[in-house]
């Protein structure tokens, strides 16, 4: 029964459009993050957010916006997609505060064609 | 920013024996070490962790060590089993950034009966 819900699980996009990714965490976290893997690179930390404010953020491209509307919601927008943008991105969350576990959803895969 | 080296990238062993997997860190802030266990199309996993205030810690047939001084850890898995075949990631955490997991590039675990 899985505790952070990511919709959809595959995603097949074209490029130079939009999209966004859903994740609802129900762990009663006030952590929540994003992280990108590909086959170019491992697990890629891209934004970190606290009690719906943003904390973090490792992403250099203005195309990726994280949008929290609820404390345990944390949705990611892409915009004009690019091929290079395609691999599964894990929304994750932790208590408050720092080195504590932190969970991981199921990923959406994307790919951008 | 931090950065963690891992290696080997794949590590065939024999079941019943011993599996190591090694990782080194640049960051001295870095205090909190989690091991991840990943299996094909699913989510990553916490397996293990360490924090900055001891150098062992084992759950089960898991050892982890750390040396704060080489700014290396490492993952031991005691009579591997072929369910321990997947793949395993190191990180860091506590330096710069909120939160931020800083992932090695992950090491690919194949245990043959």
């Known amino acids: 029964d899985p505790k952070i819900i990511q919709k959809p699980k595959y995603l097949v996009a074209v490029t130079g459009s939009e999209k966004i990714l859903i994740c609802e965490q129900y762990?009663?976290?006030?952590?929540m993050y994003w992280y990108r893997q590909s086959a170019k690179k491992p697990l890629e930390f891209m934004f970190s957010?606290?009690?719906?404010?943003?904390?973090d953020n490792q992403t250099a491209s203005s195309r990726f916006q994280p949008q929290s509307s609820k404390k345990n919601h944390l949705d990611l927008q892409i915009t004009a997609l690019k091929p290079d943008d395609s691999a599964t991105y894990f929304c994750a969350s932790s208590q408050q505060g720092g080195n504590t576990e932190v969970f991981f959803g199921k990923g959406t895969r994307l790919t951008v064609v | 920013g931090e950065q963690v080296e891992q290696l080997p990238s794949i590590l065939r062993v024999q079941e019943g024996s011993s599996a190591s997997i090694n990782c080194s860190y640049e960051d001295s802030a870095s205090n909190y070490f989690p091991w991840y266990k990943q299996e094909p199309g699913e989510n990553p996993k916490l397996i293990i962790d360490?924090?900055?205030?001891?150098e062992r810690k084992q759950i089960q047939e898991l050892i982890v060590l750390l040396d704060k001084k080489a700014k290396r850890f490492s993952l031991h898995i005691t009579d591997t089993q072929p369910g321990d075949s997947a793949m395993y990631f190191c990180?860091?955490?506590?330096?710069?950034?909120?939160?931020?997991?800083?992932f090695g590039k992950g090491t690919v675990l194949l245990v043959s009966p």
């Open positions: 360490i924090r900055s205030n001891m």
């Open positions: 990180a860091a955490s506590g330096g710069s950034g909120y939160n931020k997991l800083t």
């Open positions: 957010y606290s009690y719906q404010k943003l904390m």
């Open positions: 762990l009663g976290h006030n952590a």
